[in-house]
């Protein structure tokens, strides 16, 4: 392990940043990530660290740093990034978070360090590796800041599959998904209408993404296997 401290090992989360953002008597601009994240790394067995967003280039040694890396949820990818127009229902940019994210999951490539992409994690693994992504697409959500829940049936003989075979209720809060998929990437898992609901690195790097919200349930199988592969 590269970062790990008291025989656990250091896993690195991605962070909102936020214009404004309220706590206690104060409202300013703030880094900030669902408490549910570390929550779950805890529960896998790691230690959480926040990653808020940097300058692109100190991405290499931040991973360096790290023994596994999370990239959470969030905003709409702007479509730049994959080489099309904006939908009208695609959301407005953060760009700072796409730079960087992109870096980190870049760095991590590099350096095979296990790498979990959660719903907009896993667009923007598609994403580095020359995919494209959906824009808009229904019935992933049960309203307006309310998780939908649906089955993913995992692809048999990939990792996800390895890590939970049978089909699976998950927590869901999207309206993009993965279009073409990138360089290298195979799917491994899918929603009942068809949607990718997981995609993979296969061989020796244990890169993973999924588009539901594991922090928002009750499985630890996925964020254990990336402990694992950590350790």
């Known amino acids: 392990m590269s970062g790990g401290v008291v025989g656990k090992p250091l896993v690195g989360i991605s962070t909102y940043l936020e214009e404004s ?18 929550r779950l790394i805890r529960a896998g067995g790691g230690l959480a660290a926040m990653l808020p967003p940097d300058a692109p280039e100190h991405a290499e040694a931040v991973v360096a740093r790290l ?17 099309a127009e904006r939908h009208p229902r695609t959301g407005p940019p953060a760009r700072q978070r796409d730079t960087w994210e992109l870096a980190l999951i870049e760095a991590a490539l590099a350096s095979g360090t296990p790498l979990l992409g959660v719903c907009r994690g896993m667009q923007l693994l598609n994403v580095a590796l020359g995919g494209s992504l959906i824009q808009h697409i229904d019935g992933h959500t049960s309203g307006v800041g309310v998780f939908g829940e649906h089955a993913v049936k995992p692809v048999p003989g ?9 089909p699976a209720s998950v927590p869901s809060y999207h309206h993009q998904a993965v279009d073409r998929l990138g360089d290298g990437l195979v799917a491994s898992a899918h929603a009942e209408d068809g949607i990718v609901e997981a995609v993979e690195l296969p061989g020796g790097a244990w890169a993973l993404g999924v588009q539901w919200h594991p922090e928002m349930g009750t499985c630890t199988r996925l964020v254990r296997a990336l402990v694992t592969a950590a350790s």
Not at 21 to 38: F, K, N
């Open 158 to 166: 990939t990792r996800y599959a390895g890590i939970v075979p049978e």
């Open 67 to 83: 023994d596994a890396l999370v990239v959470a949820g969030g905003p709409d990818v702007e479509p730049v990034r994959y080489g």
């Open 21 to 38: 953002a309220r706590w206690g008597v104060w409202e300013m601009p703030a880094a900030l990530l669902p408490a549910s994240y570390p």
